[in-house]
């Protein structure tokens, strides 16, 4: 159990269900609250009302892409300070640097991190902005 | 009598005389015309292959990036499972890393066919500055550099400015890649130093590491295809053994030259050398 009987929220925003359940799986094996969206704009919304303490967030998504929800993320009041970690399968530097630009604090590879490295990389990021 | 004679034959001879030019001005024009008709018919053919070109890398970065999601889907319930290896019977924990194994693999290739994919041949311009180009990408590795507590160094070397090499730049940007991945990847402390010499009719870069080196036995087939050196960096940073084949291939592609030094503990320097361009408008 994380924390003393609070739960840290981690919300998964990512538009591929299975994959979203693997992560989610994972995550509650380790304790974590999960919630979870399919989409960019139910992203942003449960980002606002849910205040969750970190986001995993999708590239490559229909409608509205990670980046264009990074920057709405970053630049809205309410959710600029929640850490974001970028999971995708898109492998270009150029694209790693844009999302670590962008105010991400790191950027996997879906294809090349499992879900246990995906909750150590989780477990970092918390542990750098205190909340474990 | 005379005088009618010399008459005709100056007309004979004046006919004859724009008979023969006019047979050669219309041959030329007939020339002109047919190397007129070649140059359309090539431009045509050359923008032909350009289309099919950028509709084939379209495709592949598609396809590409379609494939990783169920691989990381594969990979990522595979390893679940691994995780609950102590409660698997005997022969499913070997048979779920050979399965675990095998989608890395099919990783590691779509990876490569992508970085393949994206160099091209047909670019506009084919003779550039090398020096801003490596100074780009190198760029792209400060933030791993520092993670992993590295130095990386970019020296231009004496002989500036620097000539413009004939290659093409997408290319050598794959190649930069691909040279500076395997440095980085297999340099635990150290550093990376990228050097540029120019000598004679060629231009050498030289990317130097002070990683863990390859072995005495591993150097003689490190270009060659799917080869890696049997080392447990290799093991356990999978890769497929493409990188130097394809390097290679690109530098052939350019006409240049390349090989490698190292010494297994202490460092591998690679080098590549390209020809300078001469006479080129800038």
Redesign the interface.
Known sequence: MEGEGKKIKVLIVEDDESLREMYKIRLEYEGFEVLAASNGEEGLAKAVSEQPDIILLDIMMPKISGFDVLDILKSTHSTAKIPVIIMTVLEQESNKVKGLMQGAEDYLIKSQTMPAEVVNKVREVLKKYNKI | MMENFLIILGYLILITTVGVLGYLFYKKNNEAKKLSDLLNKYEEVRQRLNEFEEMKNEFVSIIT?EL??P???A???L??IF?DKENLPPQMEEHVERAMDAIQKL?SL??AL?RASRISFEEKQNVFNIGPLISEVL???D?IAHRKNLTIVFDPGTHLPLPYVKASPSSIKELL?ILLDNAVKFTEKGYIRVSILVEGDYLYVNVEDTGCGISEKDLPHIFEKFYQADTSYTREHGGVGLGLYLAQKIIELNKGKIWVKSKEGVGTVVTFALPIAKNYKI
Do not use: F, I, P
């Open positions: 990036h990783s999601t691989v990381a889907r990979l990522g319930y390893s679940l995780e990783s779509v990876s992508l760029k792209q590795y933030e890649d």
